[in-house]
């Protein structure tokens, strides 16, 4: 893609600022938190609409424990590149009365407007561009924006996996790092359940008869602790605690739920072991372990490594640098990075405050960002 073809797109991108704006404006206010399928599927119906106005074909991926998923194709090509993203925010339905999507001086705030349906409006532009400016792709674009990431993406990722095998590259439209570097790696994460068996006592009478639970899953958080190594990535947050009965009956049952985070498969397979290995060390208390890892880590492979460098050269092509980083929650390109598939995060808006009052999009750089995804694609699809 030669010089002046980034600057024509640069253009085309910002004459649209304002349709940007509006789109995102839109989105945040048909408010879609993941557990109100009605109000999912209301976004989606106007978020179909849209799409269609664009040129793609949009199909409506039926959803039964949550909202229905879209899956939006621009141009019939062989093969294709996925843009990936979700319409599902954290937000309940009146946040959007409480904290109102408004404009002040260079930004833009509101309920999700950051995580990440600027993103998604940035998708859109970007995808469109190719027909409204004259070139075709050989190979199609497919959008596909899910509706339960915020709740782990149970429902849709066989889904996600199954687009993301078809693809030469998959394109993350979730908020950018700081300043507006991409995502190259992003821990893998998993919650495990602890629930420890007692023996029930009247702690005055005769508390020697009894096994304390709560004391046993003390020890338990104790030996939990000592399996993070922060400096390479692994953390273990217990983040919620329960058990007992009374404060005069030695407990029968505790209970404690444990997030887990991890920047290597590796150290993925080794916590899942050693969690699930643990054992009582307190005579007539037992120990169960549930769970393991929702999310395998997002790993900088050489294959991310490149889809990054290909992306630098179009921002510097665009008058931008473009930086990388690391980021310690998920998302859906976890999913698609961990099958070998290569994977770029965090191209959508720059701004900050996911799921904060004060959550925010720099109305200056969506253009730009658009810019940036339509020319990596352009990119990709003459490699």
């Not at 532009?125 to 915020?150: C, F, K, N």
Request: hydrophobic letters at 45%; charged letters at 20%; a negative charge.
């Amino acid at each position: 893609m030669s010089a002046d073809d980034l600057v024509r797109l640069l253009a085309f991108c910002t004459a649209r600022r304002e349709w940007l704006v509006e789109t995102t404006t839109a989105l945040a206010g048909l408010e879609s938190p993941t557990p109100d399928k009605a109000a999912v599927d209301r976004c989606g119906r106007d978020l179909a609409r849209r799409l269609g106005a664009l040129g793609a074909a949009v199909d409506s991926v039926e959803s039964t424990a949550t909202g229905n998923h879209l899956r939006a194709a621009f141009g019939a090509g062989d093969g294709q590149l996925l843009l990936l993203g979700h319409f599902d925010t954290v937000w309940p339905v009146g946040q959007v009365g409480r904290m109102p999507v408004r404009r002040d001086g260079g930004r833009l705030y509101g309920p999700g407007v950051f995580d990440m349906k600027a993103g998604i409006a940035i998708g859109m532009l970007a995808a469109s561009a190719a027909g409204e400016l004259g070139y075709q792709l050989r190979r199609r674009v497919v959008m596909l924006l899910t509706a339960d990431e915020e709740r782990g993406s149970g429902a849709s990722r066989a889904l996600v996996e199954a687009e993301a095998r078809r693809s030469a590259a998959v394109l993350v439209l979730e908020p950018s790092l700081p300043g507006g570097s991409v995502k190259t790696q992003r821990k893998g994460a998993g919650e495990f359940e602890l629930t420890i068996g007692g023996i029930a006592a009247h702690a005055g009478l005769e508390p020697e008869k009894g096994a304390s639970a709560i004391s046993e899953l003390a020890a338990q958080i104790a030996a939990l602790d000592r399996l993070a190594d922060p400096a390479r990535g692994v953390t273990v947050n217990v983040g919620l605690v329960d058990g007992g009965s009374r404060p005069n009956v030695v407990a029968e049952r505790a209970r404690a739920v444990v997030d887990v985070r991890v920047a290597t498969a590796a150290d993925a397979e080794r916590m899942h072991a050693a969690i699930h290995a643990l054992q009582p060390g307190s005579p007539g208390t037992s120990v169960t372990v549930r769970g393991g890892f929702s999310r395998p880590p997002l790993e900088r492979t050489a294959a991310v490594a490149r889809l990054y460098e290909l992306a630098r050269e179009v921002a510097h092509g665009l008058g931008r640098d473009l930086g990388e980083g690391a980021a310690g929650g998920g998302s859906d390109g976890n999913f698609t990075a961990a099958l070998g598939v290569p994977t770029l995060d965090g191209l959508g808006a720059v701004g900050d405050g996911a799921h904060a009052l004060h959550e925010h999009v720099d109305v200056d750089a969506l253009p730009w960002r658009a810019a940036l995804v339509a020319g990596l694609m352009r990119r990709l699809d003459a490699a």
